[in-house]
């Protein structure tokens, strides 16, 4: 269960006790953790054909996912045939879900990835994908300037899983501590059990009310966009789910829907193992001394109680990532009915209930922007039915 120790990014708030905050990467929470046992299905003629001159490309894109995989065959690009289905007998433990979440839980994003395009995720999780680019790179950094407006960075010596668990959750306390006492807390982490699924994610801020009869506190995601325009409504829907998923899962914890002994057993932790001296001496100077990962659990879950529900109203915010200006934001109300069935269906797709569904035609323009777009059956058709018109059905939307 312990690993070689490791250095954890924490950071602490100037007004409030030092408690580490960590930022807590998506990356770190999706890490790959088992192998690939993708199942060899011949295609058509025409769209095998074409994998094998790919080959090569999607291999060089996934060198560095594949070296992660200790002990793994080497998936090949010719494996896309009947990516997503499962024999009925071997369904749960050849799900997604299992095979690529295992370790760190479901996260936000996977959630809005799927809603995206399913197959677009899949490819993902079977074949890895591009590094981030500039414009990925200073979204990242605009949203490390603003969480430091509010707090400050530390280092933390960890020395097992149960110890960078505790420390995730310590940081979530010391998040809603901050908000309780400055009105604004950001990057706030966030685990939460959902439709019997475990999910994490990191709210990029959240405000309390100005109006002091309304406790409520109102959660907003903040977008940057390298074109000072508005997205279109396929994105602004895309960011919407993931708001509405970070309320669900605050109203999940707010009502104490936090089942302990199935999140020791989810993600293989030990409730009694012994914290690091570090984690004990930082939690007994905050205020809530723990020894345990129980202990940090039990603070978790009574802090997160303690809570109102999330504002039924949401907010994105868009800046202009040149001179992150305001571009625009949009105020939405959450929808309960919405919100279930996409969580359904897409939670149908990581459990490996279905086929990986392709992006509704009218959609199609999103293969544009997709590494996998070469490859991907929605986008083969014959020669002779090829034409001009194709090529207006992936034009850049507006």
Same mark, same amino acid.
């Given at each position: 269960m312990s690993e070689s120790p490791a250095d954890s990014t924490l950071g602490t708030k100037n007004a409030i006790p030092e408690i580490p905050i960590e930022i807590v990467s998506e990356e770190e929470m999706a890490l790959i953790d088992a192998a690939l046992a993708a199942t060899r299905c011949s295609?058509?003629?025409?769209? @095998?054909?074409?994998?094998?001159?790919? #080959? $090569?490309?999607?291999? @060089?894109?996934?060198l560095v996912s594949k070296r992660r995989l200790l002990g793994c065959n080497r998936p090949d690009i010719e494996d896309f045939g009947n990516l997503g289905m499962t024999h009925k007998k071997n369904k749960v433990a050849e799900s997604y879900l299992e095979r690529f979440r295992k370790k760190g839980g479901l996260c936000a994003t996977d959630i809005t990835g799927a809603e995206w395009c399913e197959k677009q995720m899949e490819f993902t999780l079977l074949f890895g994908k591009k590094g981030a680019n500039k414009w990925m790179k200073v979204g990242r950094a605009r949203h490390e300037e603003l969480e430091k407006?509010?707090?400050? *960075?530390?280092?933390? $010596?960890?020395?097992?899983?149960? =110890? *960078?668990? #505790?420390?995730?959750?310590? /940081?979530s306390i010391n998040g809603t501590n901050q908000l309780f006492f400055e009105g604004v807390t950001r990057e706030l982490p966030i685990l939460s059990f959902i439709e019997g699924v475990w999910v994490v994610g990191v709210i990029d801020e959240i405000q309390m009310p100005l109006n002091e009869t309304d406790r409520n506190p109102i959660l907003v995601d903040i977008k940057t966009r390298v074109r000072d325009t508005l997205p279109d409504e396929a994105q602004r829907r895309n960011g919407r789910l993931q708001l509405m998923c970070y309320k669900y899962m605050? =109203? /999940? &914890? #707010? #009502?104490d829907n936090f089942p302990s002994t199935q999140f020791y057993d989810f993600f293989s932790l030990d409730r009694d193992y012994v914290l690091s001296e570090d984690i004990i001496e930082i939690t007994a100077n905050a205020g809530f001394p723990a020894k345990t990962l129980d202990d940090i659990v039990r603070y978790y879950r009574h802090t997160w109680n303690m809570l109102p529900p999330a504002h039924n109203e949401l907010l994105?915010?868009?800046?202009?990532? *040149? =001179?992150?200006? &305001?571009?625009g934001e949009e105020e939405f109300v959450y929808d309960y009915t919405?919100? *279930?069935?996409?969580i359904q269906g897409c939670l149908e797709f990581w459990k490996g209930e279905r086929e990986a569904n392709f992006t509704p035609v009218?959609?199609?323009?999103?293969?544009?922007?997709?590494?996998? @777009?070469s490859v991907c059956p929605a986008n083969f058709k014959p020669e002779s039915t090829r034409s001009s018109s194709q090529a207006d059905s992936y034009s850049t939307p507006s």
């Open positions: 295609l058509l003629s025409s769209v @095998s054909s074409h994998f094998h001159r790919n #080959a $090569r490309s999607i291999q @060089s894109i996934t407006e509010v707090t400050r *960075k530390v280092k933390l $010596r960890v020395k097992s899983i149960e =110890d *960078k668990w #505790a420390v995730k959750l310590i /940081n605050w =109203d /999940n &914890l #707010a #009502a994105l915010r868009y800046e202009f990532q *040149k =001179d992150q200006s &305001l571009i919405w919100f *279930k069935s996409r009218e959609e199609r323009w999103k293969c544009r922007y997709c590494q996998f @777009s």
